[in-house]
């Protein structure tokens, strides 16, 4: 259901909706960006209540309840414009997410494509279309390896993303001059999503995703190499990835903790630490070979 009215009818609206079952409502208003910069929703403050105008999309698990909520407000606001909306199951996910708004991580703004800044100053834009690939700049560790990224020179590199998810890391890479960027992942679905949001951005032709789980289908060994995995395969793959690092090469890993990063150093002891990061208890290493 999607409610709109230029008024401040929210603090009604909201009474009636709690008489239903809501599983969501996502605030759609415009307004403009803090002085402080672009909003990142997971840091508040989210202004509470929100200011005007309502534009609410909200999110209900039957049709039947969504149509009884949409009557009751509409008997109560017969001004507000209700537009009642079927979604797929699947869509879900994706629906889910269309409140995400520009985020800034390093010389990078990741924005949705409702939200592409107007004038993004010396940023590097990556427009990311959010579905089920992970990597929206809305996880630390994603921005974590992008404000490492933006400290390496990646001109002439060729840079290898070890689970590349929504494309992100590659094709920060590919924006940043890289020569040739290969961004792999075990999932097609994440493989389609970095896909579709390749054709959002206008990249050089020196990019390319493939479905390969770099375990068993080592790619070429390259300049930089990005893994924002997880703690357990970093350390338990950690003989392969190194290989993919060519002599004197980067590698950025994230995915990890606080409690986990000793063993990743442990596992990748034969590189040098010459940068850590650290957000909500996320860490992002660079190291080199
Ligand atoms: N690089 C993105 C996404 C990180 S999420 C970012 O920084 O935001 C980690 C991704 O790694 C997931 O999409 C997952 O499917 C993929 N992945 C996990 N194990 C993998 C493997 N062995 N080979 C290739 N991809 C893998």
Same mark, same amino acid.
Not at 116 to 139: C, K, L, N, R
Not at 143 to 167: E, F, K, N, P, W
Not at 233 to 258: C, E, K, N, W, Y
């Given at each position: 259901?999607?409610?709109?009215?230029? $008024? $401040?009818?929210?603090? &009604?609206?909201?009474? &009636?909706?709690?008489? @239903?079952?809501?599983?969501?409502?996502?605030?759609?208003?415009?307004?403009?960006?803090?002085?402080?910069? #672009? =909003?990142?929703?997971?840091?508040?403050?989210?202004?509470?209540?929100?200011?005007?105008?309502?534009?609410?999309?909200?999110?209900?698990?039957?049709?039947?309840?969504?149509?009884?909520?949409?009557?009751?407000?509409?008997?109560?606001?017969?001004?507000?414009?209700?537009?009642?909306?079927?979604?797929?199951?699947?869509? =879900?996910?994706?629906?889910?997410?269309?409140?995400?708004?520009?985020?800034?991580?390093?010389?990078?703004?990741?924005?949705?494509?409702?939200?592409?800044?107007?004038?993004?100053?010396?940023?590097?834009?990556?427009?990311?279309?959010?579905?089920?690939? !992970?990597?929206?700049?809305?996880?630390?560790?994603?921005?974590?390896?992008?404000?490492? &990224?933006?400290?390496?020179?990646?001109?002439?590199?060729?840079?290898?993303?070890?689970?590349?998810?929504?494309?992100?890391?590659?094709?920060? /890479?590919? #924006?940043?001059?890289?020569?040739?960027?290969?961004?792999?992942?075990?999932?097609?679905?994440?493989?389609?999503? /970095?896909?579709?949001?390749?054709?959002?951005?206008? &990249?050089?032709?020196?990019?390319? @995703?493939?479905?390969?789980? !770099?375990?068993?289908?080592?790619?070429?060994?390259?300049?930089?190499?990005?893994?924002?995995?997880?703690?357990?395969?970093?350390?338990?793959?950690?003989?392969?990835?190194? /290989? #993919?690092?060519?002599?004197?090469?980067?590698?950025?890993?994230?995915? !990890?903790?606080?409690?986990?990063? $000793?063993?990743?150093?442990?596992?990748?002891?034969?590189?040098?630490?010459?940068?850590?990061?650290?957000?909500?208890? =996320?860490?992002?290493?660079?190291?080199?070979?």
């Amino acid at each position: 259901m999607r409610a709109g009215a230029i $008024d $401040d009818s929210e603090d &009604l609206v909201s009474a &009636l909706l709690s008489d @239903f079952s809501p599983v969501a409502i996502h605030d759609l208003a415009d307004r403009p960006l803090p002085p402080g910069g #672009l =909003w990142d929703p997971t840091y508040p403050p989210i202004p509470d209540p929100p200011p005007s105008p309502l534009h609410w999309n909200v999110c209900f698990n039957d049709a039947g309840e969504r149509d009884r909520a949409a009557d009751a407000i509409h008997e109560q606001l017969p001004h507000l414009a209700i537009e009642r909306v079927d979604l797929p199951d699947e869509d =879900w996910a994706a629906r889910s997410q269309q409140s995400l708004t520009a985020v800034r991580a390093g010389a990078f703004i990741i924005a949705p494509p409702w939200d592409i800044p107007a004038d993004p100053g010396d940023a590097t834009v990556i427009v990311i279309e959010p579905s089920m690939g !992970f990597g929206t700049g809305h996880h630390a560790t994603t921005r974590m390896c992008l404000r490492l &990224l933006s400290d390496i020179d990646v001109t002439d590199a060729t840079v290898l993303d070890l689970g590349t998810g929504s494309g992100v890391l590659s094709m920060a /890479a590919a #924006l940043r001059g890289a020569r040739a960027v290969v961004g792999v992942d075990v999932d097609q679905d994440a493989i389609d999503s /970095a896909e579709t949001s390749a054709r959002l951005n206008t &990249l050089p032709d020196t990019i390319t @995703f493939a479905v390969i789980d !770099f375990r068993h289908a080592p790619p070429a060994a390259a300049d930089i190499v990005l893994a924002n995995l997880t703690g357990g395969m970093l350390t338990s793959s950690a003989a392969s990835i190194a /290989a #993919l690092v060519r002599p004197h090469g980067q590698l950025v890993l994230s995915g !990890f903790d606080h409690t986990e990063v $000793d063993r990743v150093l442990a596992a990748f002891a034969t590189f040098t630490e010459r940068q850590r990061l650290s957000e909500d208890n =996320w860490i992002a290493l660079q190291l080199q070979k």
